[in-house]
């Protein structure tokens, strides 16, 4: 509904009944902030070539500015700018703007600061896997700052895509599988990126991307077809959108993805149904980069003018990088395919986010006004997330921690030991390789005379084939107590348009690994990678495991203090690891079916008697070779101390239907290390008119424990945590019966049981 027309109903004082979707709209509409008169005032100034101008995006010129785009800024022509981050030349466009156009609109700046501007944070789903919000929102909130300085004022961040396939290259960017997680996550991103004020210095508008269902792409190819029932669509993967329209986040961005066969950014039931009636979204939609123009190339559309067409009816406000908004939407207008009103409304968000931004009023960049990049918080913030984002896989008789005093010397092998470029990980345009610190470095460091470190990269790459560096690698080992292998992926290996059909160690790794494990020695692997991998050929060969993720710049310090604990390893998996590759999508919150497996149904392929009457195989959903279990669940981490969870208790075992139940249980630390536990709280519809997922998470706490300390942990689950979209597509809560566990897995046992009565 255009904001004329709700002045309109407002004014005339008109008791309208509407559907509840336009009732929602009303309100919200009603009720937006101060800035409509300013954006009305200029709507009435603007020719209609100004108006497409605003919802034109393009590329970063570069410096000098082009004289076609100095032009086409002066004519008001564009609207905003991506990938510009020379502060002089952001200034100097929009000095252009503001000086030398008609109506001195400023521009928005956009960049993808992913995780991280100069000073690198880990990777999302590294983040993720610290299930902290403060500090994932304490890193959105330095990268907010470090980005600001260069003028950028919009990022397209954070990703919210849930994803369930670690092929995807992408799944690096994700907050991982698990809609309750990523949308805690996600909003405590949208809050350290916007602030409570989006006018403020060093505070950007945010994007939640990729709108939607990007994260199911078939077979984990990038870009590929997506294919999500509307109730899977409505109960896991828009929660996340949801949480961050909620959130107020200010901007969306429609993704590549073909969903059910209507691209997304040519969608009208996600970007006008979902978004704007029913969550009732006032801020404003970008596409992803060309998508509008690729319209045509899914064959959704004939043409670019079909595609502006298509996009523009779908409620796509802003045309990222290609111009068929600017090439064709005048000619729509004029043959009456799309309405003034139409455009007027698109434009109206895009000049709202810019009144918020303030940059009316302070539309040039002084970096003297915000705190120096990579700054001494700014690092410390790094390695805190980091260090808390690494999860111990494996620790075989406490290999982990080394004693530093029973050192003589160390080995430390591998691609990825000292390399300050690849432990930065994918999107980072900006991330600094020469602030990095190094795991070698600091081992070096910390090493200092008391014992020696042995160095051997041994691969070039961790795609390396040759092997004639690991004889020397092996003698190393030999020559130390101890071995740390650092492994993984460069970070080319993941990220947009880099997925794998195999996710296997890369390279030659796990021949080193073993040869290393041939030595006697003990092994200490680290892998940073931009994903879930398959690690079933090099676990008989470690006598530890950490996943590092991709951890940025401060991957040494968090690493050298976890090996020599200084600090436990606290992180927990943010997704799912399959054994194998063929088991995926493989995730915990999954469906029961009719015919689960357990340990007593399956038989293993090796196990199977030859010639066995088919009848008697067990008839359970599994695969023969890989089981029915992956190879760690989500939520998974080992630590340094050993947690114990007891006397879990409900206020209430049996509620009405709008009532909460406060669920409690006793976590205790019984080892003798003072360490974080991330307590997860998961819940069971039992019956429901869809069927429920096995588990489903619903709480989560991270809490330090010294050792034989005991804590009372407290969740509420209220009627909103347990409602579902049923069979036709609404939001209900059910009679029934509940499980509800405390746990430090999804594979939690500690188990209560509480019924939700009828009215
Ligand atoms: C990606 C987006 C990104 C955009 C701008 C696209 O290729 O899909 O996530 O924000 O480029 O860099």
Redesign the pocket.
């Known amino acids: 509904m255009s904001p004329h027309l709700v002045r309109l109903i407002l004014a005339a004082g008109v008791l309208v009944f509407l559907m509840t979707a336009d009732v929602f709209a009303l309100d919200n509409a009603a009720s937006t902030d101060s800035f409509q008169t300013q954006v009305d005032d200029i709507l009435e100034q603007m020719t209609l070539a100004e108006k497409i101008g605003q919802m034109t995006q393009v590329n970063a010129p570069g410096s000098p500015v082009p004289e076609d785009l100095r032009a086409a800024l002066k004519q008001g022509a564009i609207g905003s700018i991506?990938?510009e981050v020379n502060v002089e030349t952001v200034n100097q466009l929009q000095r252009i703007v503001v000086e030398e156009s008609r109506l001195g609109i400023p521009l928005l700046m956009?960049?993808?600061v992913i995780h991280g501007f100069k000073t690198v944070l880990p990777i999302p789903l590294g983040q993720a896997a610290t299930w902290n919000p403060d500090l994932v929102r304490e890193g959105a909130r330095i990268s907010a700052l470090e980005a600001a300085a260069s003028g950028i004022n919009w990022t397209?961040?954070p990703?919210i895509d849930v994803t369930r396939d670690p092929r995807w290259g992408?799944i690096a960017?994700s907050l991982g599988e698990d809609p309750f997680l990523a949308s805690v996550l996600g909003v405590a991103m949208v809050e350290g990126f916007q602030g409570d004020n989006l006018a403020a210095t060093g505070t950007i508008a945010a994007?939640a991307?990729?709108f939607a269902g990007y994260g199911a792409s078939e077979s984990g190819r990038d870009y590929n077809t997506v294919n999500i029932p509307e109730n899977e669509l409505r109960n896991v993967y828009l929660p996340p959108f949801k949480a961050a329209v909620e959130s107020g986040v200010a901007t969306i961005?429609a993704s590549?993805s073909d969903l059910n066969g209507v691209p997304a950014t040519g969608n009208p039931f996600l970007m006008r149904q979902v978004l704007r009636r029913e969550w009732g979204f006032e801020g404003f939609v970008v596409s992803?980069?060309a998508s509008i123009e690729q319209l045509s190339v899914h064959g959704f559309t004939a043409d670019d003018k079909g595609s502006a067409l298509e996009a523009l009816k779908a409620g796509v406000n802003m045309e990222?990088?290609t111009t068929t908004y600017a090439d064709h939407l005048a000619a729509l207008l004029e043959e009456g395919q799309i309405s003034m009103q139409q455009i007027d409304e698109m434009v109206a968000g895009i000049l709202q986010l810019k009144f918020q931004l303030g940059l009316f009023e302070q539309p040039y960049t002084d970096p003297r006004a915000l705190p120096a990049v990579s700054n001494e918080d700014h690092l410390e913030i790094a390695r805190k997330a980091a260090l808390q984002s690494m999860v111990l896989l494996e620790n075989r008789e406490n290999a982990l921690p080394l004693v530093k005093e029973n050192l003589r010397s160390l080995a430390v092998i591998g691609p990825m030991a000292d390399d300050a470029y690849e432990q930065l990980g994918t999107w980072i345009f900006d991330g600094d390789p020469a602030i990095s610190q190094t795991p070698l470095q600091v081992l070096r460091e910390r090493a200092g005379d008391q014992f020696t470190i042995n160095h051997v990269r041994a691969m070039e790459t961790t795609r390396s084939r040759a092997t004639d560096a690991f004889a020397e690698a092996v003698k190393a080992a030999e020559n130390s107590d101890a071995v740390v292998v650092f492994l993984g992926e460069e970070a080319i290996l993941s990220g947009?348009a880099h997925s794998r059909a195999n996710i296997d160690l890369p390279g030659n790794q796990a021949d080193l690994v073993r040869l290393l494990h041939g030595t006697g020695k003990p092994v200490i692997a680290v892998v940073m990678a931009g994903r879930p991998l398959t690690l079933g050929n090099v676990l008989d060969y470690v006598d530890a495991l950490l996943f590092a993720w991709h951890p940025g710049t401060m991957a040494g310090p968090a690493i050298a203090d976890i090996l020599f604990g200084v600090e436990s390893p606290s992180g927990k998996l943010p997704v799912t690891f399959p054994r194998m590759v063929g088991q995926v999508p493989i995730y915990y919150a999954h469906k029961q079916g009719g015919k689960p497996a357990t340990a007593e149904t399956f038989t293993h392929i090796d196990d199977i008697p030859v010639r066995m009457p088919q009848s008697s195989s067990g008839f359970v959903s599994s695969h023969l070779d890989a089981g029915f279990t992956p190879q760690y669940v989500f939520g998974y981490g080992l630590s340094y101390t050993e947690f114990s969870y007891s006397e879990i208790g409900l206020s209430s075992n049996s509620l009405a239907l709008d009532e909460s139940v406060t669920v409690k249980a006793v976590v205790s630390n019984t080892g003798d290390v003072e360490a974080d536990e991330i307590v997860q709280l998961y819940v069971r519809d039992l019956v429901g008119n869809v069927t429920r997922p096995v588990k489903e998470l619903k709480g989560f706490q991270r809490l330090r424990l010294k050792p034989g300390e005991s804590r009372t942990v407290e969740f509420v689950i209220g009627p909103d945590d347990i409602a579902f979209y049923g069979r036709d597509m609404k939001l209900i809560n059910e009679p029934g019966d509940f499980h509800v566990w405390i746990g430090g897995s999804s594979k939690a046992e500690l188990r209560a049981e509480f019924t939700v009565n009828p009215k």
């Open positions: 991506l990938n956009g960049r993808d397209f961040a990703m992408r960017e994007c991307k990729h961005m590549f992803d980069w990222m990088a947009e």
